[in-house]
């Protein structure tokens, strides 16, 4: 039987009123984040997820973009803002109305909200909080299935594959990394960086993967140049003629590094990135990357959350974008 708010009021010891107007997120209720707490910690361990009467059709829809960086973050990584500009175009596109959120701050949501897109990397807690708040959620660059709700993701996998493979191509085998490590916004669960985990497997199966090549940053260019900085100093003569860096901000940093230690590119280190931001056609030389279609992912995040406006769907959808290499100069 469906946990009801009165269940989530009896053990949290307070009245019906006040858990309803928690769960809204009503923002004129005066109440102890003590009591606040205690009505949330209710609801996780009731599983309790706000249900909604499904509308014939919800043309004019209030959504919820949460983005899980800070506005001053995401100028400094442009692949969430592009994937944010996918969602606002098919928003206006579709007649959705948008209500941004940033930093993941919940209680910033509006009450009664016909949906949320959340944006980046979230934890099991700040899912099924999403999930109180509103019953139509979709989940952008995070895989959804494990918490049973829709989501887009782009294919780590193949990108990396890609990356690999033009390296070896150009017969250049010995191929380091510099990767990053995250952790939800709430710092409740760490984030492990997938391209990792398929360049270690890959290299792993062709015998090539060597621990002393691979580097770990925090995905900003700062880390990038720090991180190429330390591969530099400890490797001397023994650097790899290739590194695989998974974002464009770190490449950036690295390069700067490599340039600043007199270290050609290409001739005597290849880099490819990951994502292609518009920062990769323009940096000197200019970047080869993995293309991320980021735009899109927003698009299809949308197309999704009109689908659950609109349908009876029960069952959630993950899609996965694919990837391709875009060469230019940092390659052979």
């Known amino acids: ?12 010891n307070v009245s019906l009123a006040t858990v309803s107007r928690v769960l ?29 009467r499904t509308k014939v059709k919800n043309k004019f829809a209030k959504i919820a ?35 941004q959120i940033f930093e993941s701050k919940l209680d910033q949501i509006p009450t009664a909200v016909d949906g949320i897109i959340a944006v980046g990397k979230f934890s099991k807690r700040q899912i099924l909080r999403f999930k109180q708040i509103s019953g139509k959620l979709v989940i952008v660059d995070y895989d959804g299935l494990p918490s049973e709700c829709d989501s887009v993701t782009a294919d780590f996998e193949h990108g990396t594959q890609l990356a690999i493979s033009q ?14 490590s995250e952790t939800t916004s709430d710092h409740q669960e760490e984030i492990p960086d997938l391209r ?24 900003s260019s700062q880390s990038g140049y720090d991180q190429m900085i330390k591969a530099i100093d400890s490797l001397g003569d023994q650097l790899p003629h290739a590194f695989y860096i998974s974002n464009d901000p770190m490449s950036v940093g690295a390069i700067k590094a490599l340039q600043e230690r007199n270290v050609k590119i290409p ?23 993995v293309k991320v279609p980021t735009e899109e992912m927003g698009e299809n995040a949308v197309l999704l959350m009109e689908e659950q406006q609109t349908t009876n769907r029960d069952y ?10 875009i060469k230019r100069k940092t390659t052979f």
């Not at 250049?172 to 990394?177: P, S």
């Not at 985990?197 to 580097?215: Q, T």
């Not at 001739?267 to 990357?289: C, H, K, M, W």
Request: with cysteine; net charge positive; proline share 1%.
């Open 167 to 180: 390296f070896l191509k150009t017969e250049l085998a010995d191929i380091g990394m510099i990767y990053g």
């Open 316 to 325: 959630p959808k993950k899609l996965v974008l694919g990837t391709k290499l």
């Open 24 to 52: 809204n997120g009503d923002s004129s209720l005066s109440v102890g984040e003590d009591t606040r707490q205690r009505i949330f910690q209710a609801a996780e361990e009731l599983n309790y997820t706000k249900h909604q």
């Open 196 to 219: 990792f985990h398929y360049f270690e497997r890959e290299m792993k199966v062709k015998k090539l993967f060597k621990s002393d090549w691979v580097f770990k940053g925090d995905y």
């Open 1 to 12: 039987m469906a946990t009801t708010l009165k269940d989530i009021a009896t053990k949290a």
């Open 65 to 99: 973009v949460v983005q899980w960086y800070t506005q001053k973050q995401e100028l400094d990584d442009l692949y969430y803002r592009s994937i944010r500009t996918g969602i606002e175009r098919a928003c206006e596109r579709i007649g959705f109305q948008v209500v």
């Open 267 to 289: 001739e005597r280190v290849n880099v490819i990135s990951f994502n292609d931001t518009t920062i990769a056609n323009y940096i000197f030389p200019g970047l080869t990357s």
